[in-house]
Nanobody, 122 residues
Framework: VQLQASGGGLVQAGGSLRLSCVVS????????MGWFRQAPGKEREFVAA????????YYADYVKGRFTISRDNAKNTVTLQMNSLKPEDTAVYYCAAGRPVLASMGRGYDYWGQGTQVTVSS
């Protein structure tokens, strides 16, 4: 199973970015899909997740109301729409696939993408 993330970039505070992650080589619809991020010098942290049929979504408190996760099982793609970005959102963002017991726990995911850099300037 391979995950390919894209859509990162440089944006000013208050701006928006849309991240995408395409999954190949597996049965996409069976996976919980998650987004995590890691800033320099910090541990990886949970951002958002969506279950395999897209009926349930989960967000970290620090992105709730600003970020939206969605998935298209026909296109094997999960998307993270990020609005009202803040400088503290600067990090490398990773998509992940798996069947975690708890969606926010990174070790429950089996497959990870390579990461895409998001930089928010003040």
């Amino acid at each position: 199973v391979q995950l390919q993330a894209s859509g990162g970039g440089l944006v000013q505070a208050g701006g928006s970015l849309r991240l995408s992650c395409v999954v190949s080589g597996g049965t996409f619809s069976r996976y919980v899909m998650g987004w995590f991020r890691q800033a320099p010098g910090k541990e990886r942290e949970f951002v958002a997740a969506i279950n395999w049929i897209g009926g349930a979504t989960y967000y970290a408190d620090y992105v709730k109301g600003r970020f939206t996760i969605s998935r298209d099982n026909a296109k094997n793609t999960v998307t993270l729409q990020m609005n009202s970005l803040k400088p503290e959102d600067t990090a490398v963002y990773y998509c992940a696939a798996g069947r975690p017991v708890l969606a926010s726990m990174g070790r429950g995911y089996d497959y990870w993408g390579q990461g895409t850099q998001v930089t928010v300037s003040s």
